[in-house]
């Protein structure tokens, strides 16, 4: 499975924005690059994917490098119910198998 | 939309005994995951059905876990005997066919503990 890396930890304020990396060097031409996160005693929940061309949502952006071997999850303005674990993960595929693999995250902490 | 639906919430049981998890997807949602999560291993996927259709059951640790699919909007997953290093959140998830351009929902997960 492709891999990613990613920070174990980092720290923000509220009310500023916050930026995630993600490296992924061996990234596939067919592989998503997709974000969820994990508040603290609830399920991952989906924030948002691409695939080669930045994207917005409602609840962040994502930037992905040109050569699609990182990318970069914008939180715009940082609140206190965004403190969670972030996983950047690619969505490898392989005919009809579909796969999310997790890893360790990011454990992003907002201060007040 | 009432979300993937998990129950119970939490389940507290001794060991030997057999536990049923059980899992109600997302209307339309072709695809459900079993994942377990613990603090040593983190996020593992058990098994996914697409379709109803297992496909994938590489995860599952041992035979004494099975998970079933009968119809599109039910899923379990047994363990039989438990024992308690199967204590850890158990979470099912759902997406449209086609996964890696659509999210995964997940339900809010049952907490087991065996004793």
């Known amino acids: 499975d492709a891999k990613t890396t990613q920070p174990n930890s980092m720290e923000s304020n509220e009310e500023e924005p916050v930026h995630l990396p993600c490296n992924h060097s061996t990234i596939s031409g067919t592989d998503y690059i997709h974000w969820y996160r994990q508040l603290p005693s609830q399920g991952p929940e989906y924030v948002i994917h691409?695939?080669?061309s930045n994207v917005n949502n409602r609840m962040a952006s994502l930037a992905i490098a040109e050569d699609r071997k990182s990318s970069t999850l914008i939180l715009h303005r940082a609140t206190l119910r965004d403190a969670a674990v972030y996983y950047c993960i690619l969505y490898t595929s392989g005919g009809s198998n579909y796969k999310l693999t997790f890893g360790k995250g990011t454990l992003l902490t907002v201060n007040p | 939309d009432a979300g993937v639906i998990q129950s119970p919430r939490h389940e507290v049981t001794e060991m030997g005994q057999e536990v049923t998890l059980r899992c109600k997807p997302i209307?339309?949602?072709?695809?459900l995951f079993w994942y377990r999560q613990t603090m040593m291993r983190g996020l593992e996927l058990l098994i996914y059905f697409n379709n109803n259709v297992p496909i994938d059951d590489s995860g599952m640790p041992e035979d004494r876990f099975s998970a079933k699919m009968p119809n599109a909007s039910f899923s379990t997953l047994k363990i039989q005997p438990s024992e308690p290093r199967d204590s850890a959140v158990y979470f099912c998830?759902?997406?449209?066919?086609?996964?890696?351009?659509?999210?995964?929902?997940f339900g809010s997960g049952t907490r087991l503990t065996v004793v």
């Open positions: 209307s339309g949602h072709n695809s």
């Open positions: 691409g695939l080669t």
């Open positions: 998830a759902s997406s449209p066919a086609g996964g890696r351009n659509y999210g995964y929902t």
